[in-house]
């Protein structure tokens, strides 16, 4: 290892180690002093406006000469407004319910030990994201609430931003005489540091990625802490044989269109064959008019109307999350076969049929596998705000720890008390 | 990558992909067939017992030959009586409860969707361990009652008596109808196919490695899949200055010397000074009759009665689990002192307080990280027999997903039902 990889290696796990020993100060808190610490970090944040805007200017000054696409530049800029609205995040994360402490399971066991499981702190979270500088800011305050320290490290196109926000949220801690290194930045030390945080075990309690697949596989690849893995949804509606079509348009339009770039956003369209000579072309019609893209196969290309824009899908149809107004769409031959091609294809986000029918519900409800299973429903409602969890950190899709959005709750662990009165095992 | 190691990776993904690929019949079993099928895997154990002897007579052998120590070969050796109390496993594991299907959590919210989280097989189970053949039987009985296939690596000592186990768990699930795949040994592809089945993303939903440090860290450190670290456990008992020294000399005794070898044993003995000059040379005593050799920092050394044998602590011995009759013991200045150290040494498993007074033992099962935080009782009741689990799957050191004492419950997944009536994200 040369010597600066090494420098990197001991600069990141030094920072890691400083937020560990700093957690334990946070875990002592009680829940009106973590809520007056998130409130004073939305003031300063709103007070420093222009310094974090000053900060932004420089990435977005890189952005523009490295030529960056207009959507990820948008996402890049901050101003007062943005401002004001992540300070916001905070604000409401305060409003949430301390889910430390909370008695999971208890009871009092024959031979009178009191077992009790509580929840409490994760310890030190990890987040790798890429340049969105909100989720700075977001990460920051749901873990604080949620007792954790965290280390971040944001997108290299948001460095200047990521340190302002950083620094304000570290003089706020220093202010109110906590420990600083409850939040640190590891931004400095690019890819590189990226990697020895995933490496830092014994450091790092649980290390969440947010971003594309690619940051997300590379994580999920190379992590040696445990992850829990995020995001791509390519996800399916099956149209059934008794669907109501009038409620069937309006949910494949809302799940496709009504927000676009979103992991719960509807990427692959199944038609039951009973219906499809009666709903592809109202729902074919439907998108088009959406301006949504069709790639359809064989037999859903017989049936759409003249002047329905289309193209055969490909094998990559089947498996690909869009995030635009593209849509794969097949028609199958009943319950099973659609149940076979979820199977296939889906990431284990979220599915939902459209059915009429009982035992066609509760098939697909208990047979599909996938973190998020509706029916008669827009898969946009797969989402932790929706699912009244207040905050969302990310929507789980593998199945250790959490599966589905995740809130508060699901960034803490739980740890097992028992009291005894001089109890030995016989 | 040689060809050799081609045909590996193939065959165990292969392995995998077939256990993946028969999961979904057993998720549809309901309890009454899943526990018929374990009662049947018992018997059949118990009529083939001789089969099963004789294969573990060749590994018998060639631990024999290699000159294996004698506890190893202990826990290696199958008899009728020992099938008989492997396939009692079996048994007990029908008798409880089906963790798949209980409502977690549930709410309709107020646009009316109807939510549920409900508990899930996790899909396929991979298994590493070490050569102790009942690990075979009981890993595959308990994943197979929560709904889950199994992939079993069990140490190649024992790759006799797994092939003969696996063979007759088999020979009952083909007899039954269900898919043989439900359960698959991969021990004759080596360490080489272990390591395919920590990189099988996709195929594997969890791994958990039981045994030694050593096969854990290389687990946790070269897997792609989702871990459960396991195991390890440098246990502290700290005598407060209030403890009821009667009940401490019971509870220490009892900790460290009911059995030696097992995870939740004592391993090192903290001492309040103000009560050290009392409590160290009954303690020291009572420890010393019972062949336990002490590891002593300097203020304790002073405190122990001529007689007693013990050896100066060195710095390792703070972090070690010696699973023998070894105690490092020390004397500290308070509960700060104690705290402090339990946070430099423990490896999060089990502690446990000893103490009379009601905010020392407040601030210790509030404080201490660790996975059981217990007060006036034996570490050895951290055990998922004793918490009432009725089985136990090993116990986990981590903070994801599951903490403590594993059973049922800790092996299954969760996904969230959505019923809606034709709603539309507004």
New interface residues.
Partial sequence: MDDQLLSVESAVRGAARAAKDAQ?VL??LRRAEKDALLHAMAEALVARADEIVAANAQDLAAADESGMAAGLRDRLALDPQRIASIAQQLRDAAALPDPVGEVVRG?V?ANG?E?R?VR?P??VIGMVYEARPNVTVDAAGLALKAGSAVVLRGGSAALHSNTALIAVLRDVLAERGLPEDLVVGIDAHGREGADVLMRA?GLV??LIPRGGAGLIRRV??NA?V????TGTGTTHVLVDASA?LD?AE??V??AKT?RVGVCNALETLLVHQDVAAEALPRLGTALAEAGVRLHVDERAAALLPAGVEHVPATEEDWDVEYLALELAVAVVDDLDAALAHI?AHSSGHTE?ILTRDLVS?QRF???V??????????T???DGG???FGAEIGIST????A???MGLSEIT?????????????P
Same sequence: chains 1, 2.
Avoid: Y
Wanted: proline share 4%; no cysteine; hydrophobic share 40%.
């Fill in positions: 334990p875990a002592r009871s066991l030990l077992l499981q409490v994760m310890g075990r309690d649980v999920v690849e040696q445990p992850v829990i893995e109501d409620q309006q949910i339009l809302n009504q199977r939902s519900q409800l208990a047979e596998d996938s973190a998020v299973v509706m029916a008669n429903a827009s946009r409602f797969s929706e699912f009244g593998q199945k250790l720890h599966r589905g959005p662990a739980t740890k097992w008390l028992v009291v005894g009165q001089g109890h030995v095992r």
